[in-house]
């Protein structure tokens, strides 16, 4: 079992930047871990993952934008959010699937632990 508690949510304006925590209770070296996002009227979407060796995997509406990263030392998920979007309004999610691996990174079906949420809003 391992519990995630996510911070960092707020409003924001269109251009702004935001950065997204994610601690975990649990060991996080060589573990996959993800960060989704749900909008209001819509269905949950990966933003980004990184798996057990650093390798990551970004959606195409958020490339060259959000930047994820892990700190093993801290047990802390991070999601460097720039240059926002209206349209990147969403609860935040992470994710673990504490394995070392993903098939498929940006898929919810990866991942069987998950936090609450951190809403960001971003206001034109």
């Known amino acids: 079992q391992v519990q995630l508690v996510e911070s960092g949510g707020g409003s924001v304006q269109a251009g702004g930047s935001l950065r997204l925590s994610c601690t975990a209770s649990?060991?996080?070296?060589?573990?996959?871990m993800g960060w989704f996002r749900q909008a209001p009227g819509k269905e949950r979407e990966g933003v980004a993952a990184?798996?057990?060796?650093?390798?990551?995997t970004y959606a195409d509406s958020v490339k060259a934008r959000f930047t994820i990263s892990k700190d093993n030392t801290k047990n802390t998920l991070y999601l460097q959010m720039n240059s926002l979007k209206p349209e990147d309004t969403a609860v935040y999610y992470c994710a673990t699937n504490l394995r070392f691996g993903l098939l498929v990174p940006l898929s919810s079906t990866e991942y069987n632990y998950w936090g609450q949420g951190t809403q960001v809003t971003v206001s034109s």
């Open positions: 990184i798996d057990g060796v650093g390798v990551t």
């Open positions: 649990a060991f996080t070296f060589r573990t996959s």
